[in-house]
């Protein structure tokens, strides 16, 4: 298996998590995202998208996003398992988890950043931007598991929602937000990176790390 990535992309970090607690192995190939690496045409070939990550299977196959990527491999290798037996549960924990994928990350990416900047935006106001969607989109996941005992997102096992949760938060204090305003998620943070799946997974644990 073959996992593209980047040391620094939070959603690479999410599936490296995965491959980690579920004990299996793959080559790290990585695409530098500030120098442009994930647009070169080789790359564009598996993942149109030119994002990162992509897994291609020991069989050929080749997968994009991260939240299909980690369901792909949670079916494939069931233990442990990263989403909760009761359909209910199912559901909250992939909704905690789409409130990060899907409306937290991409508003604050490279990608977005990069189109700020480019439509006159000082770079202080980028920051800015990034921060604000940081602190709004986790005070919200705050307030979803508020009421969960955890320790960890929901339950006392790693599931989806903290594979999504780590890397955000690592984001969220690289723009300088004060993420002591979100204990619960701290909380939880603390628990899954007390995992070594977590911290091996860790951006500066990297290869192509800086």
Not at 13 to 41: D, F, M, T, W
Request: charged residues 25%.
């Amino acid at each position: 298996m073959k996992l593209h990535g980047y040391f620094r992309s939070s959603a690479s970090y999410r599936v490296r998590i995965a491959l980690n607690l579920k004990g299996l192995s793959a080559e790290h190939l990585s695409y530098h995202l500030r120098k442009g690496e994930q647009r070169a045409p080789d790359y564009l070939a598996l993942n149109p998208q030119g994002l990162v990550p992509t897994v291609q299977g020991n069989d050929g196959v080749i997968l994009t996003q991260s939240l299909a990527i980690i369901e792909w491999l949670d079916e494939a290798h069931p233990t442990p398992p990263l989403l909760p037996e009761d359909r209910l549960r199912r559901a909250q924990v992939r909704a905690f988890s789409q409130a990060i994928a899907c409306d937290i990350h991409p508003v604050q990416n490279l990608k977005v950043l990069a189109r700020l900047r480019e439509l006159g935006l000082a770079e202080e106001k980028v920051t800015e931007w990034a921060a604000w969607a940081n602190r709004e989109g986790l005070g919200a996941c705050e307030k979803l598991i508020a009421r969960e005992a955890g320790p960890f997102c929901f339950g006392d096992t790693a599931t989806l929602a903290d594979l999504c949760l780590v890397p955000q938060l690592a984001n969220a204090r690289r723009f300088g937000v004060d993420v002591a305003a979100f204990p619960r998620l701290l909380k939880a943070e603390t628990a899954a990176k007390a995992l070594k799946a977590f911290a091996d997974a860790a951006p500066e644990r990297q290869p192509d790390a800086e």
